[in-house]
């Protein structure tokens, strides 16, 4: 079994945004990180620290909407046309590995398919047709 949800990505006003969207659709945010707290050997610009690294808006109960906010200084410019993914999110390390080989084969991996300091494996690409693309997996009992 696995989910796949919208994940947006915002030029530093994914905080208004989620909040906007809670109006909408109701619901609390869940998983409201900023960047400030984020492990990193590299250092986070001051002016980034603020920035939200992950939230999520969970709008039923087979759908989430989330979100990030993102800038050159976290290595990716957000335009309109890359702003939005899908994450697909599995309840096995095999099936996790396996969408993410089987979807990104003959497109560009932006992040390897690796473990995270989130207690997950994580990666993304852009498959073949340009589609961007999220595949996680929670690890349990770490």
């Not at 079994?1 to 919208?6: A, E, I, R, S």
């Not at 697909?88 to 398919?113: C, H, Q, W, Y």
Request: aromatic share 14%; proline share 4%; charged share 20%.
């Amino acid at each position: 079994m696995f989910t796949v949800n919208p994940y947006l990505t915002f030029n530093g006003n994914c905080e208004e945004a989620f909040n906007f969207y809670c109006s909408v659709f109701g619901g609390e945010l869940k998983d409201f990180n900023r960047y400030e707290n984020m492990p990193s050997e590299q250092p986070i610009p001051e002016e980034q620290k603020q920035k939200i690294m992950h939230v999520s808006l969970p709008i039923n109960d087979t759908m989430t909407l989330m979100g990030c906010d993102s800038s050159d200084a976290f290595g990716k410019a957000t335009n309109i046309g890359n702003n939005v993914a899908l994450f697909v999110n599995t309840d096995s390390e095999e099936r996790a590995r396996e969408v993410f080989t089987k979807l990104s084969e003959g497109g560009t991996i932006t992040m390897p398919f690796q473990a995270t300091f989130w207690s997950a494996l994580f990666g993304m690409f852009t498959d073949k047709y340009g589609i961007h693309w999220m595949v996680n997996y929670e690890k349990t009992g770490s």
